[in-house]
T-cell receptor, first 113, second 114 residues
Framework: AQSVTQPDIHITVSEGASLELRCNYSYGATPYLFWYVQSPGQGLQLLLKYFSGDTLVQGIKGFEAEFKRSQSSFNLRKPSVHWSDAAEYFCAVGARSASKIIFGSGTRLSIRP | NAGVMQNPRHLVRRRGQEARLRCSPMKGHSHVYWYRQLPEEGLKFMVYLQKENIIDESGMPKERFSAEFPKEGPSILRIQQVVRGDSAAYFC????????????FGSGTQLSVL
C-alpha cells in the first residue's frame, strides 16, 4: 500500500537553528518524492522534488532533502531557519507517470524568536 | 499567467443542500486533482481527472460526491446533500499533460456546513 508518514505533528525551533523534518514512505514502485509547504489559508507550494540521480536535492528557500532508499526516508533539512519559515510542511510520494500524489499528514513548524 | 483558480473561496451550506466547487487549471494544464483537508489533518486524495475522463477516483466517497472536468470550462467537485462532516478545505491542483512532476495548487475552497 502507498503511504507517507510524517511522525512529527508539531515542531518548534529557534530562529537561526537548524531544522530536520522527517518523512518515511511506503511505495511499491520507484517513487517520485516531494516536499510542499503550506502557509495559513493558502494552497501548497513545491519546495523540492526527487526523481532520480543525486540523492541530495536542493530546493527553494534554502531547503534540501536527502533520499535514503535503505531507510525509505526523505527528510527535509535547513541549516538556519527564519521566522518566515513558520508553516505546515507536507511530504508526498507519487509514481513515475501521471498518477495521484499521496500526501503525509503534515508537520507544523513554529519558530521561536 | 494566472495560477490555479478556485472559487468560491468560502462556501457556506446548510445540511442537505448541494455544494459545487470550481477549479480552473493553469493554462495548458489538462490534469486536475482534488484533495480534501480536514482540520489538523493532511491532504487526502479524492480524484484525478483529465479532460472529459476520470482517471482515478479511489479517494472519492461512494455516495454524494462526484467530479467532472468537461472539455470546456472548469472542473467541478459536486457534493450532494451535504452533512457537517463534509466541512473541510478542498484543494484543486493541476499539472501539464502526462506528468505529475509538479502540481500547482489553488488557494482552496473552505466549505462550512451548518
Amino acid at each position: 500500500a502507498q503511504s507517507v508518514t510524517q511522525p512529527d505533528i508539531h515542531i518548534t525551533v529557534s530562529e537561526g537553528a537548524s531544522l530536520e523534518l522527517r518523512c518515511n514512505y511506503s511505495y511499491g514502485a520507484t517513487p517520485y518524492l516531494f516536499w510542499y509547504v503550506q502557509s495559513p489559508g493558502q494552497g501548497l507550494q513545491l519546495l523540492l522534488k526527487y526523481f532520480s540521480g543525486d540523492t541530495l536535492v536542493q530546493g527553494i528557500k534554502g531547503f534540501e532533502a536527502e533520499f535514503k532508499r535503505s531507510q525509505s526516508s526523505f527528510n527535509l533539512r535547513k541549516p538556519s531557519v527564519h521566522w518566515s519559515d513558520a508553516a505546515e510542511y507536507f511530504c508526498a510520494v507519487g509514481a513515475r507517470s501521471a498518477s495521484k500524489i499521496i500526501f503525509g499528514s503534515g508537520t507544523r513548524l513554529s519558530i521561536r524568536p | 499567467n494566472a495560477g490555479v483558480m478556485q472559487n468560491p473561496r468560502h462556501l457556506v451550506r446548510r445540511r442537505g443542500q448541494e455544494a459545487r466547487l470550481r477549479c480552473s487549471p493553469m493554462k495548458g494544464h489538462s490534469h486536475v486533482y482534488w484533495y480534501r483537508q480536514l482540520p489538523e489533518e493532511g491532504l487526502k486524495f479524492m480524484v484525478y481527472l483529465q479532460k472529459e475522463n476520470i482517471i482515478d477516483e479511489s479517494g472519492m466517497p461512494k455516495e454524494r460526491f462526484s467530479a467532472e472536468f468537461p472539455k470546456e470550462g472548469p472542473s467541478i467537485l459536486r457534493i450532494q446533500q451535504v452533512v457537517r462532516g463534509d466541512s473541510a478545505a478542498y484543494f484543486c491542483a493541476s499539472s501539464p499533460p502526462s506528468t505529475n512532476e509538479k502540481l500547482f495548487f489553488g488557494s482552496g475552497t473552505q466549505l462550512s456546513v451548518l
